[in-house]
């Protein structure tokens, strides 16, 4: 399945492929046939068939398995019955899905057969500069300059007119049908897998009176706020290079993708919305805007760019030259030419603004103080505190303004705007709450919200950043991670060990037998209590001690597969390796000593550093209690000695632990 989306070569048993998700010339990404996964050692993730879905297309899990239900022709059978309500509007969609798919043809097909197709609607593609596999790739098209023609062309196929009105494909007035995209070349709207969702038609006719573009009306399928034109052929090179261009029309898109660039998208000739900022990040945290010269426009558009702000991602812009926009300048530039423009002429976003401001404000001091207000607000949209300093800080340079004068002006337009949020989910609470409201905390202010709950939290307290791990607990990680890894790589096999009765003398009577790696390590770790800190290996470890109770062993080809993605990855991460012992050492007679033959030696071994690094875990912990309290005061000493007796037990059981030579005894 994966060699559908990417171009692999044979690597000993494996497959390799240079990564889909970062830029690299020597392949790390790794297919193990065998065991059914895959590994990307450049950006480190991996899975199976369906977490690659998930991050090559950004599939949701769901989305996935039915993806490869529907190319596999397997049928998804529900857990639970739909409602009709559900199944009404599953059936819609598929209904308009499947007119549009076939109106994409129909399209295609006119540019390609028909006489007047060809003449007009192929004729505009050509005289626009693009090639044919870039015509075919965008699947553009052409609805024929006729009253009805397509509208009898679906219903001779057996389309209900009922879903070719819904679809905005066809329009019905006073008991007549013509079709709405009549005599307009056709930009099929795709989704983020490639399901025709719309269409966008523009009128060849110089008539000022009729709309340049018609785009399909909302429906059950398309929703022109949430979608993204292009989105579906750029997510892959919007993730390899972490970076989206967003452009304002369809051309522009192709136009791009014709010079190679093909991370770019368009709005789809609507304003940017929340959804369309969420569906790109997505995929990026980098947003690049392109511009044409048209500074109306520009303006226009700087509420978008605050919205950009407000959802964490990072706002570049460049301006292409007077009369050029990202269409034409494409047309007349190499890729290379085209992608050092773009670099060279990036600005960032508070720089830009304060450009494009500052030519309409001269020397006037009102009007350079209502600047920066503006870009003092669109500071303040951004929640991470570390980049509001630095725009704070670049503000400032560019104004010559004192720092700390913008830095307070920033926070004054965040505590207000949390004021009426505040405010605003107080009034809600009282609407839906018979309780009093609470009362008004000493020092409030601005209709009694508490000044304390407006300040930004970086500016509340210090020391509220996380520290780094203590050494005790990168250790235990790495104790954890190995016994795991055992219980993946060789959880199923079997190995020796001592089995231990007491009989009716209270005697051990010590005899060997065999017994699975997993059934072992279980064992060990739940009679003496430990857990693991890592909580995606405890959940692995609790998963296989179920198991066990159940009479199964699972063991790794379960995990891979496991429909928890954490589990999964964390799995495939574990049994990854990315370099194998070439077959042709043992024929020239080259040997190395493998974990698999010393197995016995090795499970001990990762007990025991496991058991030992908790131990020595909990020590720690109780001697920072002890040195913490202050033996002069009766209550704490009473605790100390507590505490002082556990440290004790935890010695003992330490220096048993010295003699490992217990491990792995199964006692019943």
């Not at 009898?152 to 049908?177: D, P, V, W």
């Not at 194998?580 to 040997?591: A, C, D, F, G, L």
Request: include cysteine; hydrophobic fraction near 35%; glycine fraction near 6%.
């Amino acid at each position: 399945m994966i060699g559908d989306f990417l171009q692999m070569k044979k690597s000993g048993s494996n497959f390799k492929a240079k990564s889909p998700f970062v830029d690299e010339k020597t392949p790390s990404f790794m297919v193990s046939p065998a065991k059914q996964i895959w590994k990307c050692f450049s950006s480190g993730k991996g899975g199976n068939v369906v977490s690659f879905l998930m991050e090559h297309e950004h599939f949701t899990y769901v989305e996935a398995l039915k993806w490869l239900a529907q190319k596999y022709n397997i049928e998804i059978k529900e857990d639970r019955e739909r409602t009709p309500e559900e199944i009404a509007a599953y059936s819609e969609r598929e209904n308009l899905s499947i007119i549009n798919e076939f109106a994409r043809d129909h399209f295609v097909y006119n540019i390609e057969n028909n006489e007047q197709g060809k003449a007009i609607g192929r004729s505009y593609f050509v005289e626009r500069g693009f090639r044919e596999d870039i015509i075919a790739k965008f699947q553009l098209g052409y609805c024929l300059d006729e009253s009805d023609g397509f509208t009898k062309q679906a219903l001779s196929k057996n389309y209900k007119l009922e879903f070719l009105e819904k679809a905005g494909l066809t329009k019905t007035k006073e008991g007549r049908s013509f079709d709405f995209f009549r005599g307009r070349v056709m930009f099929p709207i795709h989704s983020v897998a490639g399901k025709v969702l719309g269409f966008g038609g523009r009128t060849l006719k110089a008539d000022k009176k009729v709309a340049k573009y018609f785009n399909s009306p909302e429906s059950e399928l398309y929703n022109k706020s949430k979608i993204l034109y292009g989105l579906y052929f750029a997510k892959n090179a919007i993730i390899k290079y972490d970076q989206c261009y967003l452009v304002e029309g369809y051309t522009d898109v192709i136009s791009l993708h014709q010079s190679g660039v093909e991370n770019v998208v368009a709005s789809s000739g609507t304003s940017l919305t929340e959804d369309q900022i969420k569906l790109i990040k997505r995929y990026t945290n980098n947003i690049t805007i392109l511009y044409d010269g048209d500074a109306a426009g520009i303006k226009a558009s700087f509420r978008g760019i605050d919205m950009i702000l407000s959802q964490g991602l990072n706002v570049k812009v460049v301006l292409f030259p007077d009369g050029e926009d990202p269409d034409s300048y494409a047309k007349k530039s190499s890729a290379t030419e085209l992608e050092t423009y773009i670099k060279e002429n990036s600005k960032d976003f508070i720089v830009f603004k304060s450009d494009v401001l500052l030519e309409g404000a001269g020397n006037d001091p009102i009007k350079k103080s209502e600047l920066i207000n503006d870009i003092v607000g669109s500071i303040a949209v951004i929640d991470d505190a570390i980049k509001r300093q630095v725009y704070c800080r670049e503000c400032a340079g560019i104004f010559n303004i004192d720092e700390q004068t913008i830095i307070q002006a920033v926070n004054n337009v965040r505590m207000k705007t949390t004021a009426a949020k505040l405010k605003s989910e107080q009034y809600k609470n009282k609407a839906q709450s018979p309780l009093p409201p609470p009362q008004q905390s000493i020092g409030a202010d601005l209709d009694g919200i508490p000044l304390d709950a407006l300040i930004p939290p970086e500016y509340q307290t210090a020391g509220q950043q996380s520290q780094m791990a203590s050494v005790s607990d990168k250790r235990i990680e790495a104790q954890e991670f190995d016994v795991i890894r055992l219980m993946l790589n060789y959880g199923l096999l079997v190995v020796k060990t001592e089995h231990v009765e007491i009989d009716e003398d209270e005697k051990e009577q010590v005899k060997q037998v065999e017994v699975a790696v997993n059934e072992l390590i279980v064992h060990e770790l739940e009679k003496d209590e430990i857990e693991f800190q890592n909580p995606v290996y405890q959940k692995i470890f609790d998963e296989v001690s179920n198991g066990l109770k159940n009479n199964e062993l699972l063991g790794e080809s379960y995990f891979l597969r496991h429909e928890d993605g954490e589990i999964a990855s964390k799995a495939v991460d574990i049994v990854s390796k990315r370099h194998e012992i070439s077959p042709n050492w043992t024929s020239k007679k080259v040997y190395t000593t493998l974990e698999s033959e010393k197995l016995e030696l090795a499970i001990k071994q990762a007990i025991y550093s496991f058991k030992s690094a908790k131990l020595r875990h909990d020590k720690e912990i109780i001697q920072e209690k002890i040195a913490q309290l202050d033996a002069s005061d009766e209550d704490q000493f009473i605790e100390i000695v507590g505490l002082m007796k556990e440290q004790r037990k935890l010695d003992t059981v330490i220096g048993a632990l010295s003699n490992n030579d217990t491990l792995g005894r199964v006692i019943h």
